[in-house]
């Protein structure tokens, strides 16, 4: 399975941009991650196969919204209000399981990331 990311880019603190990740197979729970300079990679978002189970850290909830469109293979990050600290690489992964994960361990399948900046 392959997973391409794509969406990001510079946007000024309050606006808003939507990450897209293209699977090329079948995939079942799906996460996006982070990763700031100098930071550990940190969970963001994940999304079980049917969608009905979403989970958010606390730090993008009521911003961020994960979906996903399985006739696609396609999931994705909307992103509002963001803040300078969203400023990161987001990388897209995917687990071969029915059930949401936070950790990064648990991930069976990465893309390759997306740079996301926010100035202030």
């Known amino acids: 399975v392959q997973l391409q990311a794509s969406g990001g880019g510079l946007v000024q603190a309050g606006g808003s941009l939507r990450l897209s990740c293209a699977a090329s197979?079948?995939?079942?729970?799906m996460d996006w991650f982070r990763q700031a300079p100098g930071k550990e990679r940190e969970f963001v978002a994940g999304?079980?196969?049917?969608?009905?189970?979403?989970l958010y850290a606390d730090s993008v909830k009521g911003r961020f919204t994960i979906s996903r469109d399985n006739a696609k293979n396609t999931v994705y990050l909307q992103m509002n209000n963001l803040k300078p600290e969203d400023t990161a690489v987001y990388y897209c992964?995917?687990?071969?399981?029915?059930?949401?994960?936070?950790?990064?361990?648990?991930?069976?399948?990465w893309g390759k990331g997306t740079q996301v900046t926010v100035s202030s």
């Open positions: 999304i079980n196969w049917s969608g009905g189970s979403t």
């Open positions: 992964a995917a687990r071969r399981s029915a059930a949401v994960s936070t950790s990064a361990t648990d991930m069976d399948y």
């Open positions: 197979g079948l995939t079942f729970s």
